[in-house]
Antibody, heavy 119, light 111 residues
Framework: QLQLQESGPGLVKPSETLSLTCTVSGGSISSSTYYWAWIRQPPGKGLEWIGSIFHRGITYYNPSLKSRVTISVDTPKNQFSLKLSSVTAADTAVYYC???????????WGQGTLVTVSS | QSALTQPPSASGSPGQSVTISCTGTSSDVGGYNFVSWYQQHPGKAPKLMIYEVSNRPSGVPDRFSGSKSGNTASLTVSGLQAEDEADYYCSSYAGSNTYFVFGAGTKVTVL
């Protein structure tokens, strides 16, 4: 069974770029037909889908974040990544990576990583 | 403001049933049979409980069931147990522009 683990800085300064990586274990990121997703949850609030990438590199982004988001796959490292530019305090959240096996729901999630935007 | 509307809280005694609603529009819940439900315990990652309106992933107890009528989906937890106390989020596919929307979550308390 595929497992996911997020990693990256826990503190980012306002106006800078948030960068996170999700490492996939238990299988190859390139041999599957899954979508690889990023979802976030501000403290005490609900879930927000950020975007997804299909293993062939096709990306889908939340329209409200599209101008600031880039999701990419690093096949040799079996990882996929999130970059969110021009961050503000409103981007403070727990960021989860997740697997979407058929394009319509999130089967399995990483444990999440808290990113705080503060100077 | 979340795209899907859920009640903030619901409760029931052990053994009873609780039903959580999730109301959207014809552009999301009503337009596709791609409603999913997630359980989240404090400090933990969400867990998929129901997909495609009423299907349970392997390992999810059959006490959890889902349904949909028009623009409103529902999750029912029958035979409530202490471990069912958690936050529950609904989600729906919303077409090729918006893709995915979530509800704000419902906190289920086992009395």
């Amino acid at each position: 069974q595929l497992q996911l683990q997020e990693s990256g800085p826990g503190l980012v300064k306002p106006s800078e770029t948030l960068s996170l990586t999700c490492t996939v274990s238990g299988g190859s990121i390139s041999s599957s037909t899954y979508y690889w997703a990023w979802i976030r949850q501000p403290p005490g609030k609900g879930l927000e889908w950020i975007g997804s990438i299909f293993h062939r590199g096709i990306t889908y982004y939340n329209p409200s974040l599209k101008s600031r988001v880039t999701i990419s796959v690093d096949t040799p490292k079996n990882q996929f990544s999130l970059k969110l530019s021009s961050v503000t305090a409103a981007d403070t959240a727990v960021y989860y990576c997740a697997i979407d096996s058929n394009g319509y729901y999130f089967d399995s999630w990483g444990q999440g990583t808290l990113v705080t935007v503060s100077s | 403001q979340s795209a899907l509307t859920q009640p903030p809280s619901a409760s029931g005694s052990p053994g009873q049933s609780v039903t959580i609603s999730c109301t959207g529009t014809s552009s999301d819940v009503g337009g596709y049979n791609f409603v999913s439900w997630y359980q989240q315990h404090p400090g933990k990652a969400p867990k998929l409980m129901i997909y495609e309106v009423s299907n349970r992933p392997s390992g999810v107890p059959d006490r959890f069931s889902g349904s949909k009528s028009g623009n409103t989906a529902s999750l029912t937890v029958s035979g409530l147990q202490a471990e069912d106390e958690a936050d529950y989020y609904c989600s729906s596919y919303a077409g090729s522009n918006t893709y995915f929307v979530f509800g704000a979550g419902t906190k289920v308390t086992v009395l």
